[in-house]
């Protein structure tokens, strides 16, 4: 199945890219699809490993780690937001 990907901010700048159309194998979860990416090393695993302040949203609306997600899906990564 296919899902997209988007990365904002600072992620965006570490991964050098902005959106992406990841194939996976099986259903899989928003978490197991940060721990695929974070497996390809260097400022992937930087940017997104587990113990950085990360959110992340599932078609557009804030979601956890064990959202499900299914062909088709939006994905995204960011930093926590601050504003003055």
């Known amino acids: 199945m ?3 990907l988007r990365f904002f901010a600072s992620v965006r700048e570490l991964v050098g890219t ?3 159309v990841l194939e996976v194998a099986a259903p899989l ?3 197991e699809v940060r721990t695929l990416l974070i497996a390809r090393g260097g400022n992937w ?3 997104l490993a587990q113990g950085r302040a990360l959110r992340m949203a599932h078609n557009q609306v804030m979601c ?3 959202t499900a997600i299914a062909e088709g899906d939006e994905v995204a ?3 926590p937001v601050t504003g003055g």
Do not use: S
């Open 2 to 4: 296919k899902i997209n």
């Open 18 to 20: 902005g959106q992406e």
């Open 29 to 31: 979860t928003v978490g």
């Open 45 to 47: 695993e930087y940017a």
């Open 64 to 66: 956890d780690a064990d």
């Open 77 to 79: 990564f960011f930093p």
